[in-house]
């Protein structure tokens, strides 16, 4: 038959059987009742007999009567006879009835064979498909293809706000001015409160204005030396504090940076934080020749300068020196400075703490040594005993704490001329104004300490900073390595959350080991401010350190960490008291949200698998508030807990007293928020914790342990935090994220964590209250805790402030001030003539002609690669070099 027994040629009807046919020998009886007939005559009768098939009513025989029902014969016929006649064709009837006719079936064979092909070729399709899809993936990953553009988030749909880029010649007094945002509603759009025929006539005065600035400039105001503001929190003789010097002679002191009282016309208020709250100047505005004049900017390196600032707007820029000199920065030594300053106000401060010197084995000057402690240790007592017997009135040994300010930084980190002059400005304004209080210090990572041994000999070590580290700025820097933070905190769990190419001791994950180390080597020191070379603040440094270190202090602790955890937005908020109910209610009671909407379905996931609330989870339910330690959920994590600050009182008692008068253990710039639920990529990078347990019935899983963290590493810490974080992670094998381990040690350990609002500003005219909800978008009104909290997938709303971690429009804003193009805008056209082709509708159609920028004080971060135009020796032009926006 062969492989496929397929004839396309045979005949459509189906074979029969050779066989005779015969007639039916009872045709001539009636049927009545009809017989029935044989199965194989239906199936294999001739096809041109049918006139036996009167059955179905379709054919009847020519002799059958009308009237009758039965069948009739010729009898004449024998019936032997008979039984061989052929059938008879039945004579046409007057009316023919048509032949029922069959549809053609192919055989089974066929249908088999294409049912085979076909389910071949689905699966052969679906293989395509996958594979097809791998490619796809893998070709997307190594980004050989682009993938589709993702459609704009909805801020980036608002109008960019422009009263920013005023300059000092429209500076008029705070209270006269008329912000451009935010706006209530009532308002209306920045100048567009007034009729048509109102707004065309101010229109028209606005331009008759400008053509008038244009032919007779406007002059600036005069500028005003800091120290000499009111407000400012700068200490003063009378606080006994000896003033302190740039050199050993006691003759150079860098003169105060100058305000301008006031802001530019229709300069936008903070949308978040407060300057009211932290008693920071709102009124007064800084220009970058009153800011950083002082500090080298704007005279030539000849004169001592950096060269740079000398083009531009130059009004007003000489009242920075008035009657004294330009400093000469070129012999300065930053470490000597501070050294002298310290020792010239040490009464002030408490007992300088020395570490013992660690043991090292055996060396032969041992005695040597121990003669010079004994007599340190003779001289200290003969001191005290002397200070006992001091009479009264005397002047005894102070008590106020030290703090460092410790700036990370790398090996291969390129020095700008702007970055000096930075640095400058935070020793000066820190260290030297406070009497010594503060000390700069400068935590260099050497990233490759295999061609560079520094840990192997004294003079690798010194070298390595020689060739990296600015001249004055060598003797405060400290160097550390991911392999030395590898030798001290060994035996870490890493999990990995980042890739291999980042470890859990590299400087990406383990960023916050080499400052632990730092603080357990520097007993002196009582708080530790943890500072980034990116960060710029364009008012006074001890003005802003001192008053949010105040602030945090007069802090209770009675619903502290639920306030951390939330944005404060005056504009919606109303003021802090109004705050702090908002931020009880919603703790307490609980608040419908994205989060929680579906919480009371039946068989619904009520809460996280982590979550740290005790009150079970439904659609409108409040969680239990932090009061005390909130230890981890198994016993054998914790540790060295028994001296950890437990609460006087039952939260409901207290009278919001326990914790003022109290130093923060953390401070922080940015919000406290609970990261279990959320959609940030790290809120489970902690290790080293107890996950799972067994009982009785098996394993139970406990989860992470509760947990804090805050965006951006910038923070105060105390040494009794660092320490905790440096023995758990050294003897515990406890470790986090940078940005999460130490609100996480002080969560665990009840200490005192503040988060400082301090004033933020926002690029584009946000609806505040669609900005409120997006922005306090977790759990019940805070800023995380639930998959809806603006950490993780929706930082994108971030991206718009002024204090972000990878914020776009504080390093433009900044550039702009610095007198520099960005996206084609600003400069020093900008700043000196006027376009009266402009209508002010936009960044980009602003007139200018304003003078050089001002701004009041506020935080910029992050602000990378500034690079300005610099004179160097010897060469006459300058080369103006534009900025990158996007760097």
């Given amino acids: 038959m062969g492989i496929l027994p397929f004839n396309p040629f045979r005949s459509r009807e189906a074979k029969a059987p050779k066989l005779p046919l015969y007639k039916d020998l009872s045709s001539s009886r009636a049927r009545t009742p009809r017989a029935p007939r044989s199965p194989t005559k239906e199936r294999y009768s001739d096809a041109d007999d049918s006139s036996d098939e009167s059955d179905d009513g379709d054919i009847t025989d020519s002799s059958t009567s009308s009237a009758g029902s039965s069948r009739r014969t010729s009898s004449s016929v024998s019936s032997a006879a008979a039984l061989m006649l052929p059938k008879r064709r039945p004579v046409v009837a007057a009316r023919r009835t048509p032949v029922r006719r069959y549809l053609y079936r192919l055989p089974n064979k066929v249908i088999r064979y294409l049912c085979i092909g076909m ?37 980036e749909q608002f109008d960019f706000l422009t009263r920013y880029y005023g300059g000092v010649k429209s500076v008029i007094p705070l209270a006269g001015n008329t912000p451009q945002y935010p706006r209530l509603a009532e308002e209306g759009p920045y100048n567009a409160s007034q009729p048509a025929q109102q707004q065309q006539e101010q229109q028209e005065s606005e331009r008759r204005e400008a053509e008038q600035l244009a032919t007779e400039a406007k002059q600036a105001p005069p500028s005003k030396a800091f120290i000499d503001y009111p407000a ?58 009153g800011r950083y004049g002082p500090y080298g900017y704007g005279y030539s390196i000849q004169a001592g300068g950096l060269g740079a600032g000398e083009h531009g707007d130059r009004e007003g820029a000489e009242a920075v020196w008035g009657s004294t000199k330009q400093v000469d920065w070129r012999n300065v030594d930053w470490a000597a400075a501070q050294r002298q300053c310290y020792k010239a106000n040490a009464d002030r401060y408490k007992p300088l703490a020395v570490r013992d010197a660690p043991p090292r084995g055996f060396y032969i000057n041992d005695g040597l040594e121990d003669s010079k402690l004994a007599a340190r240790d003779s001289t200290e007592k003969t001191q005290a005993a002397g200070e006992e017997a001091q009479p009264a009135g005397e002047k005894h040994q102070g008590d106020l704490a030290r703090t460092a300010v410790v700036l990370r930084c790398w090996d291969e980190y390129v020095w700008r001329e702007e970055d000096i002059l930075n640095l400058r400005a935070l020793i000066s ?29 004294d003079d690798a070590y010194r070298n390595r900073i020689n060739e990296t580290v600015p001249e004055e700025f060598r003797g405060l820097a400290t160097l550390w390595s991911e392999t030395q933070m590898l030798a001290v905190y060994q035996g870490l769990h890493d999990l990995w959350t980042r890739g291999p190419d980042l470890p859990v001791h590299g400087s990406y994950r383990g960023l916050q080991m080499a400052m632990q180390h730092f603080a357990y080597n520097h007993p002196e020191y009582e708080h530790f401010w943890q500072w980034e070379m990116d960060i710029r603040y364009t008012g006074h440094y001890h003005d802003l350190l001192s008053k949010m270190e105040l602030w945090a202090k007069d802090q209770p602790r009675k619903g502290l960490w639920e306030r ?3 944005f404060y937005m005056p504009h919606v908020h109303g003021s802090w008291e109004d705050f702090k109910q908002m931020a009880r209610v919603q703790t307490e009671h609980g608040t419908v949200g994205a989060d929680n909407l579906w919480n009371t379905v039946p068989g619904a996931k009520h809460g996280s698998d982590n979550s740290n609330t005790k009150t079970p989870q439904t659609s409108r339910s409040g969680e239990q508030t932090v009061w005390g330690p909130l230890r981890p ?117 009840g200490l005192k964590a503040v988060f400082a609002p301090h004033p933020v500003f926002v690029d584009r005219a946000w609806p505040p209250e669609y900005m409120g909800r997006t922005l306090n978008g977790g759990r019940n009104g ?67 002609g304003e003078g050089r920028m001002c701004l009041p004080p506020m935080l910029l971060h992050p602000v990378k690669e500034v690079d300005l135009p610099v004179e160097r020796q010897g060469v006459d032009a300058a080369v103006e070099t534009v900025s990158d926006p996007a760097a």
Avoid at 124 to 148: D, H, T
Avoid at 258 to 286: A, Q, T, V
Avoid at 433 to 456: C, E, K, M
């Fill in 232 to 289: 400012a929190g700068i200490p003063k003789s009378a606080d006994g504090i000896h003033e302190c010097f740039l050199d050993s002679q006691n003759t150079l002191k860098a003169p105060s940076i100058r305000y301008l009282e006031g802001r530019p016309n229709g300069f936008p208020d903070n949308i978040l934080g407060s300057y009211e709250l932290l008693s920071l100047p709102e009124d007064i505005c800084f220009d970058r020749h």
């Fill in 429 to 457: 304004e820190l260290s030297l104004t406070s009497g010594g209080r503060y000390d700069i210090h400068l935590l260099v990572q050497v990233r490759n300490d295999g061609r560079n041994p520094v840990w192997a000999d």
């Fill in 633 to 749: 959920h198994s016993e054998s994590d914790w540790f060295e807990h028994a001296a950890d600050p437990t609460p006087p009182t039952t939260y409901e008692r207290d009278k919001y007293t326990w914790g003022v008068g109290e130093e923060a253990d953390l401070l922080t710039l940015s919000p406290i928020f609970d990261p279990d639920g959320t959609s940030w990529k790290l809120a489970d990078d902690i290790t080293g914790y107890t996950e799972k347990t067994g009982d009785g019935d098996g394993v139970v899983m406990i989860g992470k342990p509760p947990r804090r963290a805050q965006i951006i590493t910038a923070s105060r810490m105390s040494r009794r935090l660092l320490l905790a974080m440096h023995r758990e992670t050294a003897f515990k094998k406890h470790h986090a994220f940078p940005e999460m381990w130490p609100a996480t040690v002080a969560l665990h350990h």
């Fill in 564 to 566: 951390n955890a939330r």
């Fill in 782 to 848: 805070a800023s995380g805790g639930a998959r809806t909290s603006v950490f993780g997938d929706r930082e994108h709303n971030l991206r718009g402030l002024t204090w972000f971690y990878n914020a776009g429009f504080s390093g433009n804003l900044y550039k702009r001030w610095m007198g520099l193009r960005v996206n084609n805008d600003g400069g020093e056209e900008f700043e000196t003539m006027v376009d009266e082709s402009a209508d002010d509708g936009s960044v980009g159609t602003m007139r200018g």
């Fill in 119 to 155: 389910i071949s070729t689905i699966i052969i399709f679906i293989f395509v498909l996958v594979r097809a899809s791998q490619v796809e993936n893998r070709r997307i990953a190594e980004g050989k293809i682009k993938p589709k553009p993702v459609d704009p988030p909805p801020w």
